[in-house]
């Protein structure tokens, strides 16, 4: 297999060229505008791009399907309801609303029964509003964010054991997450409890009440902080139609966002390390040695 | 005094038409009735666990109505309508009183009552609301339509669906 001898340079070849010599006037040459240049885009400094190879930390990004998770987690893990119906109890499903005909019909259809109909009782909760929090802090400029918060890891691979280390005294490196300032919004969610019976709805809405104002969420992962202030009781009972008992409250989280954009992650560094220090003695010694001949 | 209608007219019309109804075409039903001394309601109106009388074989014609999928947003939610045509002589001698309410189960499909109607009378009069002396032989209630609609079976306690 012949080995290619010609191929155009890379940007870093390129712009290797053009570093030699420094140049006070000219400025640091690793500061490399985006090519072309448009205004409001932040520089490209290549200092700060940091490989993320083998890298099991997940990039600091916090989206609203997060949020969302964390509230099917915490109706479907931490709550847990259930009614007892038929002399057994059953566990309430927890569907997000308006879901595609697949999903809700053939994928979930333990909650219909052989005709497709649905049977209660199944908590439904759907995302209805954002509303941006300005009285907390703020990222100031989302083209190049400065607000940026810094979280130490307690363990980095970088300063795993090796006798070179071991000998040499190495002091351990301190490995940082840098994530921007998040924008802080207030999130509403629709939820929608249907029971066949106001007996059994009466005990869900304790649960649900009870754990209103608490954290909610996976605690491995985020949580935030929720408020439920009402709930509607709809119970009809129309001709032609199945008697209904609903119970609709607004759920309301704060939470907070860092979007997985190009803009967060270009401007701020993810990932910095410390200083490390390694020191070597000079040894010196009088002994004549005599090596083997 | 009537023409029409006559007892002995009444007995033709009951005659055919149980033929037609029960030996001819021979659609079946079970019938349910929640059983009022058995089952407990709580302060809302309502019973988890209800207590029935039956199922009551009847002969019947039944108007079965499509099947239709409602998107809401739980998913989409079928709805089927359908009406349950009994003659009243078979109503009486299974001792069935039809009212809303009631469950009828038909191809393993559980139907509530609705609407409960008996207004088919023939030659227009019903012998037991007779108001001059001779009526008392002419006309008959002749059947018994009830409107329903489907129905979840976990909702009735009668069957379990939901594991």
């Known amino acids: 297999m012949s080995i290619q001898s010609t191929r155009p340079q890379n940007r870093r070849e390129f712009m290797d060229k053009l570093v030699v010599p420094y140049d006070a006037h000219y400025g640091n040459p690793n500061d490399v505008f985006p090519e072309p240049f448009k205004a409001g885009q932040p520089e490209q400094n290549r200092a700060l791009e940091i490989s993320l190879k083998n890298d099991i930390d997940k990039d600091f990004s916090i989206g609203i399907k997060d949020i969302n998770e964390a509230v099917q987690y915490y109706f479907s893990d931490v709550l847990k309801l259930s009614v007892v119906q038929n002399n057994t109890r059953v566990p309430i499903p927890i569907i997000y609303g308006n879901e595609e005909n697949w999903k809700g019909v053939q994928a979930d259809g333990y909650y219909r029964d052989n005709n497709s109909k649905l049977m ?21 400029d989302g083209n190049n964010p400065r607000n940026v918060q810094v979280f130490e890891k307690t363990f980095s691979r970088r300063n795993i054991y090796s006798n070179f280390n071991a000998i040499n005294s190495r002091l351990p490196e301190k490995e940082y997450v840098v994530a921007v300032t998040p924008d802080y919004v207030t999130v509403e969610y629709s939820c929608i409890i249907w029971t066949h019976f106001i007996e059994q709805m009466d005990k869900l809405i304790e649960s649900v009440n009870y754990a209103s104002r608490t954290y909610w969420g996976d605690p491995s992962k985020f949580q935030f902080y929720s408020s439920i202030d009402s709930f509607q009781d709809v119970t009809t009972f129309n001709t032609g139609e199945d008697r209904l008992v609903r119970s609709n409250f607004t759920l309301t989280l704060n939470g907070y966002l860092i979007p997985d954009s190009i803009n967060k992650s270009v401007s701020a560094a993810n990932r910095v390390y410390g200083i490390s220090n390694l020191v070597f003695g000079l040894e010196t010694s009088t002994e004549k040695i005599n090596y083997p001949k | 005094m009537a023409i029409f209608g006559s007892s002995r007219d009444i007995t033709t019309f009951r005659s055919i038409s149980k033929e037609l109804v029960n030996d ?44 239709s999928f409602d998107q809401g947003d739980f998913g989409p939610d079928v709805k089927r309508p359908a009406t349950f045509r009994f003659l009243k002589e078979d109503i009486m001698t299974a001792n069935v009183h039809p009212e809303p309410g009631d469950i009828i189960m038909y191809n393993e499909v559980y139907y509530h009552a609705d609407n409960v109607n008996e207004n088919q009378l023939i030659v227009g009069k019903d012998s037991d609301y007779s108001y001059s002396t001779g009526l008392e032989n002419f006309g008959a209630s002749y059947s018994v339509v009830i409107v329903c609609h489907y129905i979840s079976p976990d909702a009735l306690g009668i069957t379990q669906q939901r594991l």
């Open chain 1, 120 to 140: 209660a009782p199944l908590l439904m909760f759907k995302r209805t509003n954002i509303t941006q929090n300005r009285g907390l802090a703020n990222k100031l």
């Open chain 2, 24 to 67: 001819v075409i021979s659609q079946q039903c079970g019938y349910y009735k929640v059983s009022l001394s058995d089952t407990v309601p709580n302060i809302y109106g309502e019973s988890p666990k209800k207590f029935y009388i039956g199922p009551v074989l009847l002969n019947c014609l039944i108007e079965r109505g499509d099947f």
